[in-house]
């Protein structure tokens, strides 16, 4: 399987690491077992890489095509929230744990053979008092989220089935945007403690990957991973922002709708589209305009909370300028 972009170009900087070793340069080729991939800090880490591979969209979307049979299946607009989209259902909670381990198949895969290959290169090498550490590249795939698999990730590094050999985990995302950043996620367990040495040491690796990749490192204020706002990169806008783009950005820098409940948002959009049919009729113009970008405002609202558009709009008919 050709390599991508994002795997060849961290082969290149593991071995910029100080005490970097490649494993497989060690003539380990006849021991049993699959090893892990480096040797870092002069054999006191111990490195294993895995590419997020197989994106699981398409089973998603058949999943939610299914769904969209159903009568009770909400109205929206645009994309919107999974979670919060089945949570309008009287099966949500089951829908969303099937949905979940759908997407998160691939990420315990990673972290299982990880797990083996990090314990076994341990004993191929009597380096019993190494760090473990799993990185996680994920060059392209937008449906594994940032929130969900770091929070996942996490768990599997604190529950999954002894012995875990997985210190601490390096999710790097290239298909997401933190701003204008790529994220660069580092998971913690309390085996770390251990290691005397191991939190100072824990931020140079994020520090040398931004200057190794040409960017500078900005860091996070969010006290857990759930504050942070990640976009998928298909999502980032580009180039000049069209009116709607602005319009959108404005609701989200001042999101006045959302301490209000469904009905009462949903009035919201019921009277928006009175005004805008009213403002089309008189051919006004300048008030069509005016509330087409309030129109805007709502729809952000509406995708944030998955809002079923039955409630505003029974024709089931968007407005259209």
Same mark, same amino acid.
């Given at each position: 399987?050709?390599?991508?972009?994002?795997?060849?170009?961290?082969?290149?900087?593991?071995?910029?690491?100080?005490?970097?070793?490649?494993?497989?340069?060690?003539? %380990?080729?006849?021991?049993?077992?699959?090893?892990?991939?480096?040797?870092?800090?002069?054999?006191?880490?111990?490195?294993?890489?895995?590419?997020?591979?197989?994106?699981?969209?398409?089973?998603?979307?058949?999943?939610?095509?299914?769904?969209?049979?159903?009568?009770?299946?909400?109205?929206?607009?645009?994309?919107?929230?999974?979670?919060?989209?089945?949570?309008?259902?009287?099966?949500?909670?089951?829908?969303?744990?099937?949905?979940?381990?759908?997407? #998160?198949?691939?990420?315990?895969?990673?972290? #299982?053979?990880?797990?083996?290959?990090?314990?076994?290169?341990? #004993?191929?090498?009597?380096?019993?008092?190494?760090?473990? %550490?799993?990185?996680?590249?994920?060059?392209?795939?937008?449906?594994?989220?940032?929130?969900?698999?770091?929070?996942?990730?996490?768990?599997?590094?604190?529950?999954?089935?002894?012995?875990?050999?997985?210190?601490?985990?390096?999710?790097?995302?290239?298909?997401?945007?933190?701003?204008?950043?790529?994220?660069?996620?580092?998971?913690?367990?309390?085996?770390?403690?251990?290691?005397? !040495?191991?939190?100072?040491?824990?931020?140079?690796?994020?520090?040398?990957?931004?200057?190794?990749?040409?960017?500078?490192?900005?860091?996070?204020?969010?006290?857990?991973?759930?504050?942070?706002?990640?976009?998928?990169? &298909?999502?980032?806008?580009?180039?000049?922002?069209?009116?709607?783009?602005?319009?959108?950005?404005?609701?989200?820098?001042?999101?006045?709708?959302?301490?209000?409940?469904?009905?009462?948002?949903?009035?919201?959009?019921?009277?928006?589209?009175? #005004?805008?049919?009213?403002?089309?009729?008189?051919?006004?113009?300048?008030?069509?305009?005016?509330? !087409?970008?309030?129109?805007?405002?709502?729809?952000?609202?509406?995708? &944030?909370?998955?809002?079923?558009?039955?409630?505003?709009?029974?024709?089931?008919?968007?407005?259209?300028?």
């Amino acid at each position: 399987m050709a390599k991508h972009e994002m795997e060849q170009r961290f082969e290149t900087f593991a071995m910029t690491m100080p005490g970097a070793e490649s494993i497989d340069a060690l003539g %380990l080729d006849r021991a049993p077992g699959q090893r892990a991939d480096y040797l870092w800090r002069d054999r006191t880490v111990i490195v294993e890489v895995k590419t997020l591979r197989g994106d699981p969209q398409k089973k998603i979307d058949e999943m939610f095509d299914e769904l969209r049979q159903r009568e009770d299946f909400p109205l929206f607009f645009r994309t919107v929230p999974a979670d919060k989209l089945l949570a309008r259902l009287p099966d949500g909670e089951e829908l969303l744990r099937k949905l979940t381990n759908k997407v #998160r198949r691939g990420l315990e895969a990673a972290f #299982r053979d990880a797990k083996y290959q990090i314990d076994n290169t341990k #004993r191929l090498l009597g380096l019993d008092d190494a760090l473990g %550490l799993l990185v996680i590249l994920n060059p392209d795939i937008e449906a594994y989220e940032p929130n969900d698999a770091g929070a996942y990730l996490s768990y599997l590094a604190r529950y999954h089935a002894p012995p875990v050999s997985i210190d601490a985990i390096w999710l790097l995302s290239e298909a997401h945007k933190v701003g204008d950043a790529d994220p660069c996620i580092l998971i913690e367990t309390d085996r770390l403690e251990r290691f005397t !040495w191991a939190k100072d040491w824990l931020s140079e690796p994020n520090e040398r990957w931004a200057q190794f990749c040409g960017s500078g490192l900005q860091h996070s204020g969010a006290k857990v991973l759930e504050e942070v706002l990640f976009q998928r990169k &298909s999502e980032v806008a580009t180039g000049e922002l069209t009116k709607e783009q602005r319009w959108e950005a404005e609701y989200r820098a001042n999101p006045y709708l959302a301490k209000h409940d469904d009905n009462v948002v949903a009035a919201f959009g019921r009277e928006l589209c009175s #005004r805008l049919k009213r403002a089309k009729e008189q051919d006004d113009r300048v008030s069509f305009m005016q509330h !087409w970008q309030i129109w805007h405002h709502f729809l952000v609202e509406a995708q &944030s909370r998955a809002l079923d558009m039955r409630m505003v709009m029974p024709d089931e008919q968007e407005p259209n300028e």
